[in-house]
């Protein structure tokens, strides 16, 4: 199990979650990331996401 985890709340720029989602990955193997992502919002394509990753479903409506 891991010491350190990241919780990360998106609504938009997919390229930009990509890269840090890639960062964290690497300087942080193992860690555990869970996203909310506001699909109302921007849907994504979640094939293009690392299999670490886990996603909110279903998730909340935010108002950024």
Not at 50 to 55: A, L
Request: proline share 11%.
């Amino acid at each position: 199990m891991s010491a350190i985890g990241f919780v990360l709340v998106t609504y938009q720029k997919p390229e930009q979650m990509l890269r840090l989602i890639r960062r964290l990955l690497a300087s942080f193997p193992g860690a555990p990331i869970v996203c909310h992502h506001d699909f109302g919002q921007l849907p994504l394509d979640l094939e293009r996401f690392p299999p670490e990753v886990r996603f909110v479903r279903p998730h909340l409506a935010t108002a950024w």
